[in-house]
C-alpha cells in the first residue's frame, strides 16, 4: 500500500474548498458537513491555503475571535507544503509525520485535485482498495 501512487488512493470526495472571502463559521459548516478535517483555500482555481480544525482552535477559538466575522483566509495555513499526486503514499506520510501535519493537499499544475489524510492510513477498507486493484490489473 505505501507503494502506491497517490493519485490512485487520494479522496477526491473528500476535497472540499472554499474561497478566502469565506468566514470561519461558513467554512466550519463546510466541514461539518462533508465530515472533513481541512478544507482547501482555492482563489483562481489556485490553492491559496488551508484551513483546519487546528486553525480553528489556535487561531480563533482560543484567541477569542468571532468566527462569523472573520475571513478563513486571515486565519488559513498559508502556502501549504503540497505533494504531487504521482508520489507514493508513503513518501505522503512520511511527510506529514515529519511535519507534524495531518492533511496534504495534492496539487497538480498549481490546482488542487485531492488530499491525503493521515487517517487514510488507519482505513482497512483502503487496503482491501489497493488489493482489488492489483487482482485486476494480473488479470489485464
Known amino acids: 500500500m505505501l507503494s502506491e501512487r497517490i493519485r490512485r488512493l487520494m479522496e477526491r470526495d ?3 474548498t472554499a474561497p478566502p472571502q469565506a468566514t ?3 467554512v466550519a459548516g463546510l466541514m461539518l458537513e462533508r465530515g472533513v478535517g481541512a478544507v482547501m483555500i482555492v482563489e483562481d482555481g489556485l490553492l491559496t491555503g488551508i484551513f483546519t480544525e487546528r486553525d480553528a482552535v489556535f487561531r480563533v477559538v482560543a484567541q477569542g475571535r468571532d468566527p462569523r466575522t472573520v475571513g478563513v483566509g486571515d486565519v488559513m495555513t498559508r502556502q501549504p507544503v503540497t505533494i504531487d499526486p504521482d508520489v507514493t503514499f ?3 506520510m512520511l511527510l506529514m509525520y515529519e511535519r507534524g501535519f495531518r492533511h496534504l493537499p495534492v496539487v497538480e ?3 488542487p485535485v485531492g488530499i491525503v489524510s493521515a487517517r487514510a492510513a488507519l482505513d482497512p477498507e483502503l487496503e482491501e482498495f489497493v488489493c482489488e486493484a492489483r487482482r485486476r ?4
Open 14 to 16: 473528500k476535497m472540499v
Open 137 to 140: 490489473e494480473a488479470f489485464r
Open 90 to 92: 508513503g513518501h505522503a
Open 109 to 111: 499544475n498549481g490546482k
Open 24 to 26: 470561519v463559521y461558513e
